[in-house]
């Protein structure tokens, strides 16, 4: 396994990466956008056409559950440990063609365009309920707490049918399901809490299919059962683990999409002047915001099959890690990438994926952002930071702010 340069290799979760990451993927790039990392025992891949191409190898596996549990098997777990592996490995994002393309057949225009734009008037609704909240009481705010986290969990219960009386105990849910999906808990009690919350969100979740079933609703859970295929290509327990993974997954990508994002361009007033007087350009400053300093790092991945790569050789059963944030900084794919330019286009960035696993949320994601910052902004003209230093969570996966204190 050797490298055209010699690479100094560092854990990725080092406070300084942390809160820097690109000088060291931009160093890494250069030296080696195809490497192996003895600290992270994976391939680290940086440069943007072998990431692209790693989302549609047939030799890369999205499956991260079956090897986990080749090694651990299900007889040597508790119940509960057992029974929440096995909901997580029916995650889209877990699972591989066809079964995956079998699976996401079920939300087969639940996502398209006349969907997501039927939840403008709520999404605007719900920014402007928050905006207002977190000014109320005047001098600093939380950012992340008080607006970019509750926005788009608000958004994601209402949208799937959520009743309102049960949106803040689903909202606690998810965000502890997200955590132990993305590698946020730290002991092994937040382990077992964060377990135990996915086991509840389900048991939740398949009664709130059940009574959709009896009365249907203009929500996503009743459109994906319209489609006739929970029951029948689909199985409910299949379906309802997928609900489990999108209560989570499009509220915690938006959440650090809207804050990291509010982050930058507080960083950068020539173009948060250019978005206040031209808010027309929220949908290409929502994908430059994803390509500049996107919410999620990197993919995960395994090595299926033996293949070549950027003149390496990688072997069945070895981990991949697709850095997206390395990747969408690539100067051989984009004129001026360490500058954020919102009027960039073409952008093709790959912070939602690409080819099967392209991001089901996207759409929604984009809408909820996009009104996020234009409402945000134009609620709050004097918008500025009130901190010299931000604090960030350590996560390997996602780039995500734990606050962001904020003068409305």
């Given amino acids: 396994m050797t490298t055209t340069a010699p690479v100094t290799d560092r854990y990725l979760v080092d406070d300084e990466i942390l809160a820097d990451p690109f000088p060291y993927l931009a160093e890494l790039r250069a030296a080696a956008p195809v490497h192996f990392s003895p600290v992270h025992r994976a391939w680290l891949v940086t440069g943007y056409d072998p990431v692209a191409a790693c989302f549609t190898e047939p030799a890369v596996s999205a499956d991260r559950i079956s090897p986990m549990l080749a090694q651990t098997p299900l007889h040597l777990l508790s119940p509960e ?36 734009r039927r939840n403008r008037p709520m999404v605007r609704a719900a920014v402007t309920r928050l905006t207002a909240q977190a000014g109320a009481g005047g001098g600093v705010t939380d950012l992340v707490a008080d607006f970019a986290r509750p926005l788009p969990a608000t958004v994601a219960a209402a949208w799937m049918g959520v009743p309102v009386d049960d949106t803040a105990m689903f909202q606690r849910w998810a965000i502890r399901v997200g955590d132990l999906a993305l590698g946020g808990v730290q002991t092994p009690d937040e382990h077992e809490r964060s377990q135990r919350a996915l086991l509840d969100l389900f048991d939740y979740l398949r009664e709130l299919v059940r009574a959709r079933r009896a009365d249907p609703q203009a929500d996503l859970i ?107 900084r690539d100067p051989a794919r984009f004129r001026r990438p360490d500058e954020l330019d919102l009027r960039r286009h073409p952008n093709p960035h ?20 996009g009104a996020a910052l234009t409402d945000l902004l134009a609620a709050a003209p004097r918008l500025a930071l009130a901190a010299d230093r931000v604090s960030w969570a350590p996560s390997l996966l996602n780039r995500s702010l734990q606050a962001l204190p904020v003068r409305l």
């Fill in 222 to 328: 009743s459109s994906a059962l319209a489609s006739g295929l929970v029951g029948d290509s689909v199985s409910e327990d299949e379906f309802v683990a997928m609900l489990t993974h999108v209560a989570f997954a499009g509220g915690e990508t938006t959440s650090n999409l809207i804050a990291v994002g509010v982050w930058n361009l507080l960083r950068h007033p020539d173009q948060l002047a250019l978005l206040r007087t031209e808010p027309e350009l929220a949908p290409t400053a929502v994908e430059e915001l994803l390509r500049f300093d996107g919410p999620s790092k990197m993919s995960i991945r395994q090595v299926k099959d033996d293949f070549e790569l950027g003149g390496q050789r990688l072997r069945a059963g070895e981990r991949m890690y697709l850095i997206t944030a390395a990747a969408n």
């Fill in 350 to 369: 790959l912070g939602f994926g690409q080819g099967a696993h392209f991001c089901l949320g996207a759409p929604l994601a984009r809408l909820v952002a």
């Fill in 81 to 116: 440990a057992a029974r929440a592996f096995k909901i997580m490995a029916g995650w889209m994002v877990f699972v591989d063609p066809p079964e995956h393309r079998r699976l996401r057949s079920v939300f087969r225009g639940a996502f398209g365009p006349s969907q997501i």
